[in-house]
């Protein structure tokens, strides 16, 4: 009966590989506060899109959700004309690129070591209705993003806010 044995390989893997992204979405769930986001291109020159101290958080919910603003540090300041809506091109362009906002949806592939940010709305239009998957490990309450895009290699550092 070779398509029982198979149905029943399939399920046993399927039984041990649910586990682990039980537990790697169990783990996920809370809100992260980012510690550090640095960039090394392929000469090895670091880069830090939101300053070496950003500010911010990527929050995932138990029912899949997620919502992430970072901010760079330190902050511009207000606008010259007192009024967020007058904005000068150089202040609004450096206030739209010292900051990330997204939400959606998340989803783990255990087997893989990848977690994908499903994106619904973003402040980057670029961004919206696409997937965005990212390495990932969880080490205690610290969770690391790392990879490489386009030959640039990316480091996400956030800490479990408790």
């Known amino acids: 009966m070779p398509g029982l044995r198979s149905a029943l390989v399939a399920a046993a893997l399927l039984a041990a590989v649910l586990p682990a992204v039980a537990a790697d979405t169990a783990s996920l769930v809370g809100t992260w506060r980012v510690e550090r986001i640095v960039d090394t291109d392929a000469d090895g020159k670091q880069r830090y899109p939101y300053g070496e101290r950003p500010k911010g ?54 087997a893989k070591g990848v977690l994908t940010h499903r994106v619904e709305g973003s402040l980057m239009p670029s961004y919206t209705g696409t997937d965005q998957p990212r390495p990932f490990r969880i080490d205690g ?22």
């Open 141 to 162: 309450d610290v969770l690391t993003i790392e990879g490489d895009s386009d030959g640039v290699h990316f480091l996400r550092r956030l800490r479990r806010v408790r």
């Open 57 to 110: 958080y990527i929050v995932y919910d138990p029912s899949g959700h997620l919502h992430v603003q970072i901010m760079r540090t330190p902050v511009p300041p207000p606008f010259a004309a007192g009024d967020d809506a007058k904005g000068s091109d150089a202040e609004t362009r450096a206030a739209f690129l010292g900051y990330a906002a997204y939400f959606g949806t998340w989803r783990v592939d255990a």
